[in-house]
């Protein structure tokens, strides 16, 4: 298996641009996860779904991020429009259903806003 | 509220010398997993080692070990013979298994290993 798969690996954009970052997750795993990760707040989650349904969104942190999973091989995560602020790494990430298993890590896409 | 606290911002070992890196957390859910990753200076996250609330024994991979002690809630996670390529950020995290598929994870230690 090739893992989860992040796309692009990094971007650069400038403030007010539309910005879409890409997920594939592993075969066979019901659960996506999507994390940003900053020096001052850690890993945080933003969002999650199980069975491409969305059952937590309460870290996405404002109305201009949001998130699609229309099937189970692609999810997106888009910020519109970009601010500086939102400059991170973005990580996804899938689980199989049993929850005693931890998650896979795509490699981030590093995205900076300018 | 599940809660994950690791105390220890940085360390510094000596090669060869085993390393503990601590982590404590608080849950209500009696039945709770609790995991290891490893994010070296390239960005990856690489998931090292589980320890479930029910597990009899601490959980072992390599020269990974957890000094899992419930009533204390911490789960430390111990690396024998460091090497150089263990230098990296840990992070400690912890999922409730009654709840939902959250993992939260803590702030993480960083690790340099000296040669």
């Known amino acids: 298996d090739a893992g989860v798969i992040q796309s692009p690996r990094h971007e650069v954009t400038e403030m007010g641009q539309e910005v879409t970052l890409r997920c594939k997750p592993i075969s066979g795993h019901n659960s996506l996860f999507w994390y940003r990760q900053t020096m001052m707040r850690g890993l945080e989650l933003l969002i999650y779904f199980n069975n491409n349904v969305p059952i937590d969104d309460s870290g996405m942190p404002e109305d201009r991020f949001s998130a699609k999973m229309p099937n189970a091989s692609f999810s997106t995560l888009k910020i519109q429009p970009s601010e500086p602020r939102d400059s991170a790494v973005y990580f996804c990430?899938?689980?199989?259903?049993?929850?005693?298993?931890?998650?896979?890590f795509g490699s981030g896409t590093r995205l900076t806003v300018v | 509220a599940q809660k994950i606290t690791q105390t220890q911002p940085g360390m510094f070992v000596q090669e060869k010398e085993a390393v503990t890196l601590d982590c404590t957390y608080d849950t209500s859910d009696p039945s709770y997993g609790l995991f290891w990753y490893k994010q070296p200076s390239s960005g990856e996250m690489i998931f090292l080692i589980y320890?479930?609330?029910?597990?009899?024994q601490n959980a072992t991979e390599g020269r990974y070990s957890l000094n899992f002690q419930k009533a204390r809630k911490s789960a430390n996670l111990v690396i024998s013979a460091s090497q150089l390529g263990d230098s990296a950020m840990y992070f400690c995290?912890?999922?409730?298994?009654?709840?939902?598929?959250?993992?939260?994870f803590g702030k993480g230690t960083r690790l340099h290993i000296l040669p």
């Open positions: 990430a899938s689980s199989p259903g049993d929850r005693r298993d931890g998650y896979t």
């Open positions: 995290a912890m999922r409730e298994l009654n709840r939902d598929d959250k993992i939260i």
């Open positions: 320890q479930g609330s029910y597990d009899q």
